[in-house]
């Protein structure tokens, strides 16, 4: 994978977490793709199928009155075809930390997300002060 294709999806990435810390929906909506299907899964929630619903719960989750710092952390990016891309990350919510996949598509030429999912992680598997790379896409 080019190390331009890696930078635009790692931009897209940050964007998305920017957009849930700064509670800005007009950005959160702008990163998901509008052409194509989309879902989400939020920790300890159904799954959210198509654009209406997973933008539906974005407004629910940017508008609660608990405000959240979500931070990304050691981004693995695994190149499916030259327009699909998944990147599996930690979270670092408050002091929880939870493991992320979010999957990228190019949708005109805008690389766009079509699934976030986001769930903790084992107990033992990790402390949030130690967060190591998943193997699987190193």
């Known amino acids: 994978m080019s190390r331009a294709r890696q930078t635009e999806i790692l931009i897209r990435n940050e964007a998305f977490y920017t957009a849930f810390t700064t509670r800005d929906l007009a950005a959160m909506q702008s990163l998901w ?15 959210l199928f198509g654009r209406e619903a997973v933008m539906e719960s974005w407004v629910q989750v940017l508008s609660s009155p608990v405000r959240a710092s979500l931070e990304c952390l050691e981004p693995k990016i695994h190149l ?4 699909l891309a998944i990147v599996v990350c930690f979270e670092r919510l408050g002091s929880e930390t939870l493991a992320a996949t979010n999957i990228f598509a190019l ?11 986001s769930g903790p992680l ?7 002060t130690d967060i190591p790379a998943p193997r699987l896409l190193q």
Request: hydrophobic share 45%; net charge negative.
């Open 33 to 47: 793709a509008s052409e194509m299907h989309v879902s989400c899964i939020h920790p300890g929630a159904a799954p």
């Open 80 to 83: 499916l075809r030259d327009d």
């Open 122 to 128: 084992a107990a033992e598997a990790v402390t949030a």
């Open 107 to 117: 949708e005109n030429t805008d690389w766009v997300l079509l699934h976030h999912q």
